[in-house]
């Protein structure tokens, strides 16, 4: 996944600081993916026409070592009523540190990944497509 990033970061072939890059692609931390998410449309509701065009997440990446739990425990929820599926990253205490490094980061606990059509997505939905993994499935790094 590593990899992916930094070849859809080489594509874009933008300007950007690597910083600003990533925070376009990606939605970090707890408060900022529960952010994202409540600004997203219910599954229900077809677009609001009264908000402002809105971010949409095509995947939750969540460590599954996180502690302790109830910083996530609205994640799950949140995720389903809005149709994003959720990835748990399960690497023997150490999934917080695995998200971390995707994003240049010490640790990180949850991170969405944007609707943005680029070479990441295309990534995720292979993870997603794949015949191990499916929504709500466990994701575990080697």
């Given amino acids: 996944m590593n990899r992916g990033v930094e070849s859809a970061r080489v594509l874009a072939g933008n300007s950007w ?10 939605a970090i931390g707890v408060n900022d993916v529960t952010r994202v998410l409540e600004r997203m449309p219910l ?5 609001s026409s009264a908000q402002s065009p809105c971010v949409r997440l095509q995947a939750i990446l969540l460590a599954a070592d ?4 109830w910083l996530t425990k609205h994640l799950p929820t949140l995720a389903s009523t809005r149709k994003v599926p959720l990835i748990i990253v399960k690497d023997d205490k150490r999934g917080s540190l695995r998200l971390g490094e995707l994003v240049k980061l010490k640790t990180a ?11 990441i997505n295309q990534i995720i939905e292979e993870i997603l497509d794949g015949d191990e993994v499916n929504q709500g499935a466990l ?4």
């Fill in 66 to 69: 996180c502690n302790p739990k």
């Fill in 17 to 26: 600081p690597e910083k600003v890059w990533l925070k376009q692609q990606f």
């Fill in 43 to 47: 599954s229900a509701e077809k677009g």
């Fill in 109 to 119: 606990i949850a991170i969405g990944v944007k609707a943005r059509g680029n070479a």
């Fill in 139 to 142: 994701l575990e790094v080697p």
